[in-house]
Nanobody
Framework: QVQLAESGGGLVQAGGSLRLSCAAS????????MAWFRQAPGKEREFVCA???????????DYAASVKGRFTVSGDNAKNTVYLQMNFLKSEDTAIYYC??????????????????WGQGTQVTVSS
């Protein structure tokens, strides 16, 4: 059974940085298509980035325009963990952040319905 657990969220001032972690277990494949999403209060869950995690490396990363150039995804195979490094944070980045593994390929990778395994989320709050 796939399990994902996010951590690393917190309160940070605008312009600051945070690194989120997503510890993964139960994967049966060495190559997994995954994503980070976020959900702000009163808003729908939105796409942050999608990537392929294979052998400890992340590649084919695709970022939302709102975070491109500020956020970077990476992976550590020894720890079965993927990371989201977030720099130059803005107040509009405030949200609960989720990592997810894609299980369906019937639609767009930007859509939440393509992902069947989710973590519990970690709160990121950026003060202005």
């Amino acid at each position: 059974q796939v399990q994902l657990a996010e951590s690393g969220g917190g309160l940070v001032q605008a312009g600051g940085s945070l690194r989120l972690s997503c510890a993964a277990s139960g994967f049966t494949s060495s190559t997994n298509n995954m994503a980070w999403f976020r959900q702000a209060p009163g808003k729908e869950r939105e796409f942050v980035c999608a990537f392929t995690w294979s052998g400890g490396s992340t590649y084919y990363a695709d970022y939302a325009a709102s975070v491109k150039g500020r956020f970077t995804v990476s992976g550590d195979n020894a720890k079965n963990t993927v990371y989201l490094q977030m720099n130059f944070l803005k107040s509009e980045d405030t949200a609960i952040y989720y990592c997810a593994r894609r299980g369906t390929y019937s639609g767009s990778k930007y859509s939440t319905d393509q992902y069947d395994s989710w973590g519990q989320g970690t709160q990121v709050t950026v003060s202005s």
